[in-house]
């Protein structure tokens, strides 16, 4: 079941998400709907709190980055291949690397892109859908997506880097955002409407 993305200004979106348990109800069912929701939106990661669900859960699915590279994206990320994997109860245990450039987006955040930095590798401890336990280290694009979506259960948006001046300018969009004054293609949730 596709379910509706949160806009910004719905305050789960500024919630710090907590660890669940495997026994977690209806957590196969979430996944699944979630991936399927992030398809529907053209998203290349999700977060549940996304879906208005304030867990520690987010996918990413940078493969359809990595698949769609050009000869320019093959220069700057050589020959990366991307992921498509469920993370659970993920907590950063190292960044590293010289902040670069990306121009990001959100699906809680339509129409807004913006140039963020980021560091270039992220380590990353979480368990998978069956609770298997993983310590892994990202780079790349897939680093980039992973930083994202582990903001967003952090309570954390790609909009919170800007400079105030850049904030000030975005303000009329956001709360244009905040009250449903947006046309997307996909559903959304909004706190004001
Ligand atoms: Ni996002």
Redesign the pocket.
């Known amino acids: 079941m596709v379910l509706p993305i949160v806009a910004y200004g719905h305050p789960v979106l500024r919630k710090k998400c907590v660890d669940i348990a495997s026994d977690y109800p209806g957590l196969q069912q979430l996944i699944s709907d979630m991936w399927e929701t992030l398809y529907a939106s053209n998203?290349v990661?999700?977060?549940a709190p996304?879906v208005n669900v304030p867990i520690r859960l987010f996918l990413v699915d940078s493969k359809q980055l990595t698949d769609h590279f050009d000869e320019e994206d093959r220069l700057q990320f050589g020959d990366e291949v991307g992921i498509k994997q469920v993370f659970i109860n993920a907590h950063v245990l190292e960044i590293n690397g010289e902040p670069w450039p990306y121009n990001?987006?959100?699906?809680?955040?339509p129409k807004i892109r913006e140039d963020i930095y980021r560091p270039q590798t992220v380590k990353i401890a979480y368990v998978d859908e069956q609770f298997q336990p993983h310590e892994e280290t990202y780079g790349g694009i897939t680093a980039r997506v992973i930083l994202?979506?582990y903001?967003?259960i952090e309570g954390k948006?790609?909009i919170d880097y800007l400079k105030p001046l850049k904030k000030k300018l975005l303000r009329k969009k956001l709360d244009d955002i905040a009250r449903g004054k947006v046309e997307v293609n996909y559903k959304m949730l909004f706190a004001k409407a």
Do not use: N, P, Y
């Not at 990001?104 to 955040?109: A, F, K, N, T, W």
């Open positions: 998203g990661g999700l977060a996304q990001e987006g959100c699906l809680s955040i994202h979506e903001d967003h948006l790609f």
